[in-house]
């Protein structure tokens, strides 16, 4: 079954994509959550003219992401948490973490964009994320979990 996504689906693919999927998952899944609409003839046309379109808003948007990255990518993330017996933490740091604390540095980014690699930190040290700003714009960063005084 083709279809085309009306929004990003994780594992799947990114807005505006046309996608082969089997039948029960788009039938009883994407279409029915509006995920995902049937890829006819004249939808695949009205997509093609969107597209073409919206490729120039699309470097716009680019560059901006660009822009964030590269802020993003000069931060000097750290987290505090309370500390257990050795570096072991009371709970653990995740993505909601992050994004908070690059809030607080004037940059907002939502959480689901926001991969802590290994999922959750449940130890003090230093840490990797991927932030997925854009489709074609993807920042690596590093944040420390440090012990709360």
């Given at each position: 079954?083709?279809?085309i996504l009306k929004q990003d689906v994780e594992n799947l693919g990114f807005k505006d994509d046309v996608v082969t999927v089997k039948n029960g998952y788009g039938r009883n899944y994407l279409i029915p959550h509006g995920?995902?609409?049937?890829?006819?003839?004249?939808?695949?046309?009205?997509?093609?003219?969107?597209?073409?379109?919206?490729?120039?808003?699309?470097?716009?948007?680019?560059?901006?992401?660009?822009?964030?990255?590269?802020?993003?990518?000069?931060?000097?993330?750290?987290?505090?948490?309370?500390?257990?017996?050795?570096?072991?933490?009371?709970?653990?740091?995740?993505?909601?973490?992050?994004?908070?604390?690059?809030?607080?540095?004037?940059?907002?980014?939502?959480?689901?964009?926001?991969?802590?690699?290994?999922?959750?930190?449940?130890?003090?040290?230093?840490?990797?994320?991927?932030?997925?700003?854009?489709?074609?714009?993807?920042?690596?960063?590093?944040?420390?979990?440090?012990?709360?005084?």
């Amino acid at each position: 079954m083709e279809l085309i996504l009306k929004q990003d689906v994780e594992n799947l693919g990114f807005k505006d994509d046309v996608v082969t999927v089997k039948n029960g998952y788009g039938r009883n899944y994407l279409i029915p959550h509006g995920y995902a609409m049937l890829a006819t003839s004249s939808a695949k046309k009205v997509l093609a003219e969107n597209l073409k379109q919206r490729a120039y808003k699309e470097a716009k948007l680019i560059e901006d992401a660009n822009v964030i990255a590269e802020t993003i990518k000069g931060l000097d993330i750290k987290i505090a948490s309370k500390v257990g017996s050795g570096d072991k933490l009371f709970g653990s740091v995740n993505n909601i973490n992050l994004a908070d604390a690059i809030a607080k540095s004037g940059t907002t980014i939502d959480k689901k964009f926001i991969k802590v690699v290994g999922g959750s930190v449940k130890r003090l040290g230093k840490y990797q994320a991927t932030v997925r700003l854009h489709r074609e714009v993807v920042a690596d960063i590093t944040f420390e979990v440090v012990s709360e005084s």
